[in-house]
């Protein structure tokens, strides 16, 4: 049977909607093992460093303290995890804690020369010079003196204690970044460029090396290789905002207005109280971009292609805490968050064609959902967490299943071999589950709904072209949805029993995908079908706040908690 223009176009839109010194937080880290005794937390947490996933072993060290708060080694291990998360007030606390129990710890101590280093930096030039006294080859307390002369501009004395550390130990971990970038300081690029390479030979993932890298160049004007390796540092830590913020400037003076803009904006969400906002605020709006601006603080989820491949990311609205959760060759999309916020749904291809994964929200323990030789997408949680709904092509057109949580009894709730069946959404009422979906069994792709204590199925549009990715208010008020009446994808919401149709935005470009908030209050959904799709939030007042800006696509967000 031949396919018409009209149906053959949903299919490709249908396509396009499904496929197409850094920050750290140990916020959202717990630990999968709460009955381990405070010498396994810790052998645990040891291992994860081992491995480099320092905030899980920051959860491990934690979760020792909870039954241990004096542990020496857990609050000695904890101190050193976050110094290399950055949170170096913590590791203060941490070690200082140690030295009050035992004062001579020698390793508390150079652990406290190091976090001092960044936030008290005369105090810790008097510490580390303390611990040198007793251990002078200690090549990471000579790390952290030399850390605490650049804080104080002291950089010809910093240039020969980082030379010193090379010199005790040769493929340090940070002492020829910061040689590299004390040469920096001292307008000698040549020694900082050879340094900073030397640097990223020993650790590949060092991003503020590439950072540094980066900025070597673009003080000579070199814009051309200062720009990769400032992207090189936001591929390893996507949290970092001088980045942004060089970039930002580096595009300007290309003419790159949207790129810049891009830059800009991001900084700002990293930065949102730098002293200079208001200057970059009126670059931003003089290159044609529009300022972020935070009216509701939630975590999401979305989908991105900013490190080339679609991800899976998850970030705070106000642009804080940018998180890869997928690292896979295939396709990663469509996520969905648990009603309580501790797992994430999505589809992915990685076994070959696409299937149902389930994941915690921090991206660990994947597991598989389902398997089956046909695709199964769109994965949409029940209100209260216990079943999961997806489409599939099991039966030949796309239909409805559903599934425990955990991917048992996997059974069909729709399907229709005369016409397709997508986009299901559930809701509770005091008859238990209902569910809205969109098919075009009767032509266009129009908004069905079951109605009542019978169950009765009503169809809720009419007349408004095709309807895709409708979402049930949690309060399970209105039910909103995207829809082309016009020339364009436009948002509407409507009433479960078919009343109340308004129309939420009427722009020029597409817009779909609408969640709502866990609230009922905000809906976020997608802007624009093409690879610079960006993230928009909406109020019940019509104020639109912009989540993303650049030249990439990011897309199909979720909701994840809400702040109170």
Known sequence: MA??????????????????????????????????????????????????????????????????????????????????????????????????ADPDNLAASGGLCVALAFVQPVQAETVCQEVLKVDPQNADVLNGLGIALIQQNKNEEALSVFQSVIGIDPEHKW???????????????????????????????????????????????????????????????????????????????????????????????????????????????????????????????????????????SMNTDGSELTRLTDDPALDVEPAYSPDGTNILFASDRSGNFDIYSMNADGTNVIQLTDNPANDFTPTWSPDGSLIIFVTERDGNLGIYFMNADGSEQTSIISDPNSVVMSPTLSDSADGLVLAFTTNAQGAFDLFAFQGAAGELGKLTEGMGDVLTPNWSPNGRFIIFAANQFDSYDLFIIRPDGTDLGQITSNDVDEYRPRWSPDSTYIIYSVGLTEASEIEIIDESGEVMLLTQNDVFDGMPTWGPMEE
Not at 43 to 66: H, R, S
Not at 75 to 88: H, K, Q, R, S
Not at 198 to 226: H, K, S
Request: glycine content about 8%; hydrophobic content about 45%; proline content about 4%.
């Open 3 to 100: 396919i018409s223009n009209r149906i053959l176009w949903i299919f490709i839109l249908f396509v396009l909607l499904f496929a197409g010194f850094g920050d750290a937080s140990i916020v959202a880290a717990q630990t999968e093992d709460p009955e381990l005794t405070p010498e396994e937390h810790i052998e645990k947490g040891l291992d994860y460093v081992d491995q480099g996933e320092i905030e899980l072993a920051a959860a491990e060290f934690l979760a020792a303290l909870e039954q241990a708060p004096e542990n020496i080694d857990a609050l000695t291990n904890l101190g050193f995890a976050y110094v290399d998360l950055g949170e170096y007030s913590l590791a203060v606390e941490q070690f200082n804690a140690v030295l009050a």
């Open 175 to 313: 002492a020829h970044n910061n040689l590299g970038r004390t040469y920096l300081n001292l307008g000698d690029f040549e020694n900082a460029i050879s340094e900073l390479h030397i640097a990223i030979e020993i650790n590949p993932e060092n991003d503020t090396a590439f950072y540094n890298l980066g900025l070597a160049y673009a003080r000579q004007g070199d814009f051309q290789n200062a720009i990769p390796n400032y992207e090189q540092a936001l591929t390893i830590n996507p949290n970092m905002a001088g980045a942004y913020a060089d970039l930002g400037l580096i595009y300007r003076e290309l003419g790159q207005a949207e790129k810049s803009v891009g830059a800009f904006f991001r900084y700002l969400q990293l930065v949102p109280d730098d002293p200079n906002r208001a200057e970059i605020e009126a670059m931003i709006v003089e290159m044609g971009g529009i300022v972020p601006k935070v009216f509701v603080r939630a975590k999401i989820a979305f989908v991105s292609e900013r490190d080339g491949n679609k991800e899976i990311y």
